[in-house]
């Protein structure tokens, strides 16, 4: 506090101006510094996102699916939880993309993406694998649950496919496989086992799903 009247006590009260002054301005700077890191922080996570997103169906690509299957499957491993993943691909699509048009074909694409994402849950993860294949992992999912959500995908594709595209004849086949049903060595075999079991379903019909079990231990003679 200055209480002299005299020049002094005026040069004072200047220096306390000043020094309020500053403080203010270093606050605001503090303030707009702190605003700016929170903007390039979103930013940059939105770039990251829209860098992990496939355009067409807004799905995760194949490199963010594979980034996050290595991390899933550690902890399922390290945590002795189950892991699900759901192999899919779309019976008689190459017929409807040839007889209506590539339009139409990224249309039930989109409408595939929509109908995964509308089944599962937030941990949950979609991925368009490659054309017409889509893949999904279920953490803390065993064998019969996937099963379940399989059955209920299939079903509700066919009733979005029939209101949308009611000339057009695509259907859903999956392939399963859980973790402590099959035991993997790794994540890439669990990918194989779902994708074989997809293939199975694929020569039994469409429409078809298909979980993979272990293969029977050979008996000694």
């Not at 999904?136 to 209101?163: G, H, N």
Request: glycine share 4%.
């Amino acid at each position: 506090p200055v209480t002299r009247r005299d020049e002094i006590g005026r040069l004072a009260a200047t220096f306390n101006l000043m020094a309020d002054q500053h403080h203010q301005t270093h606050e605001r700077i503090v303030r707009l510094n702190a605003e700016l890191e929170e903007r390039v922080a979103y930013r940059t996570q939105q770039l990251r996102e829209l860098a992990s997103r496939e355009p067409l169906t807004g799905l995760y690509n194949r490199r963010h699916f594979n980034e996050m299957l290595e991390r899933r499957f550690a902890e399922a491993v390290r945590y002795s939880t189950d892991l699900s993943c759901l192999m899919i691909d779309l019976d008689e699509f190459k017929a409807a993309n040839d007889a209506f048009g590539h339009q139409l074909g990224d249309e039930l694409l989109v409408l595939t993406a929509g109908t995964i994402v509308g089944q599962l849950r937030t941990a949950d993860l979609a991925a368009r694998y490659g054309g017409d294949e889509f893949i999904i992992l279920l953490p803390q999912t065993d064998a019969e649950r996937a099963r379940v959500l399989a059955d209920r995908m299939v079903e509700r594709f066919s009733r979005d496919v029939a209101e949308r595209f009611p000339n057009v004849r695509v259907s859903m086949s999956l392939g399963i496989a859980s973790l402590q049903l099959l035991e993997p060595k790794d994540a890439e075999s669990l990918i194989r086992y779902a994708d074989r079991a997809l293939y199975d379903a694929k020569k039994k019909g469409k429409n078809c799903i298909v979980t993979a079990v272990p293969a029977p231990t050979p008996v000694a003679t």
